[in-house]
């Protein structure tokens, strides 16, 4: 006979358990980010913002929580031979400092259009640095190299258990700190960051209603959604260099099932949220950071018949690794 | 007889009785603010640093601690005819806001040099603005012409023992954070923040140093230390607005007695210091909100006998009221 609880319980590739478990383990080594409000900012979207700052979290990012999940659930054997990865930046620098905090090698394949802020957190943490191109399967092709070379244990940004356990460790953080959540905001991407909000938020408010936050240009999350499978798009067009990413297999499911919408703004309304960011809460976060802000704001989000009765909102301020030069672009274009 | 004990309490415009007491007063009005690290910094500083980020507090700044113990000390009848005083914008924008929680009337004299977000804050919270010359002679007359014609309470920016007491309670809120701070490094201007900071720190452990940080283009305060009196000077040359104010004759017993030394740094100093909590800390900062980590890498810190030896130093991001337009300008001077 079989055990209905257990086939519920492996739905997913990580679980309530699995992100606990996490949390445990790479409590010693993550920083608990504060949360932020402002009466400027609540007045302004006609909602109770509660901000929690993943851009003061070790690396600048989310990306930590998953990372060291990853690096410090390897067993002995495996981490003496390093962790390799490819990635746009964030989810690189997050590996490349939680394999120094083990003191093994860490192997980073980076595109080589990445934020050179990006690339300078991975040197900072003595990441190893292979370059690619831009394209995903020059970066795929690039990190299987290594890996066969070096038989390092390949952590992949987003689709792999270890890291969207990680990183829903911030969910179990986010409403420890602010029980009356009834909505998370949260940036989608690869959907590492929330599968994990999701899964954890919903074990412990199944009321809770989770929202992604994607560009309009890079919408892929939100054309999965509509049409019930994963879409992946030929080229992306937004100023969110961390949201450029498609869904993955262990995504993609989560994403369907538990995140309840996806609100697509423009990279203007992008723009303007940062700057809020910067001259309302005084916090430096990156373009990708401030896209769920974005989102609240957005006439979509006002004007959508379940979320318009949202009231206390937590928004992922999901990291601040930015190019101060291309900040003051944006902020001028 | 004379109270030996009593005299010794009525030394100073405030005392931590005094401090104490505002903390209880203010605790529904002002944040707690959050203490962030960053190891990226301790490695460049070479010592453990702890920010306190007053950038986070209501208004921007820490001058809402000493506003709101000042408008919520008034009698009702002092209150009805309001506020007034003259601000070159922390202090305006703060009292404004304090003022509206009463729901009084506050008036600010601004010189009419003052940073436009810092104006803006001040509408923002219902502040009627009246403008003056930039000079300190018009600023005093202005406000004391509208002090007759409202009957209105002058509040000080720094020279006034409420200011002082509630500017005060952020030290005792940091030790509480981090009980093993060394050394607090606080920016001085007209020296409230810092004479609250040195007599709530020193009454909890008598041990700690308490440094100040000035920009050398406007170092009245270095000066007046090395004379034993007040120094005033005819004008001011530095990026830092917030710090272009003299001592009061209620300030500078405290800056003279309690205060172990003045650092003063170059404003390119300052300018650098910003860029690190911009890119590195992921806090947005106004000139004068970096100074203390400006002065905690300068080499009169590193090389100062007694200074060299501090091992835990807490830094006061004071305030991150910045317009994005100078900012840029400044990074790229």
């Not at 690619?132 to 070379?149: G, Y």
């Not at 018949?305 to 274009?333: A, E, H, R, T, Y």
Request: contains cysteine; hydrophobic residues 40%.
């Amino acid at each position: 006979m079989e055990d209905k609880s257990l086939k519920e319980h492996k739905k997913y590739a990580a679980d309530i358990d699995s992100i606990s478990k996490a949390q445990t383990l790479i409590k010693p080594y993550v920083h608990v980010t504060p949360i932020l409000s402002s009466e400027t900012l609540n007045i302004i979207a006609g909602k109770t913002l509660f901000f929690k700052c993943e851009c003061f979290q070790k690396g600048g990012a989310f990306k930590f929580r998953g990372a060291s999940n990853a690096i410090f659930s390897l067993n002995d054997e495996q981490a003496t031979k390093g962790v390799v990865t490819h990635s746009s930046g964030n989810h690189a620098a997050a590996l490349a400092l939680a394999a120094k905090l083990r003191g093994i090698p860490a192997y980073i394949v980076i595109p080589n259009n990445a934020p050179k802020c990006k690339v300078e957190n991975v040197k900072r943490y003595g990441g190893q640095i292979i370059w690619s191109e831009v394209n995903m399967q020059s970066r795929e092709e690039t990190a299987n190299k290594v890996l066969h070379e070096t038989g390092a244990v390949l952590v992949h940004p987003y689709n792999d258990g270890r890291i969207i356990s990680g990183q829903g460790t911030l969910s179990l953080e986010f409403l420890d700190q602010v029980p009356q959540l009834d909505t998370l905001i949260v940036p989608i991407s690869g959907g590492g960051l929330i599968s994990g909000v999701a899964i954890g938020a919903k074990a412990i408010n199944p009321a809770i209603r989770v929202v992604a936050a994607e560009p309009k240009g890079a919408d892929d999350a939100a054309q999965s959604k509509a049409y019930g499978r994963i879409i992946t798009l030929a080229q992306t067009n937004t100023i969110a260099d961390g949201l450029r990413a498609s869904l993955g297999d262990l995504t993609w499911p989560v994403v369907r099932d538990l995140v309840d919408d996806i609100i697509t703004v423009e990279d203007k309304e992008i723009v303007e949220a940062m700057r809020y960011c910067y001259e309302i809460l005084k916090v430096a976060v990156e373009p990708s950071g401030a896209i769920g802000l974005a989102a609240v704001l957005s006439d979509s989000f006002r004007q959508n018949p379940v979320l318009k009765d949202s009231q206390n909102i937590g928004i992922v301020l999901s990291g601040g690794n930015v190019d101060l030069g291309v900040l003051w672009q944006s902020l001028n274009s």
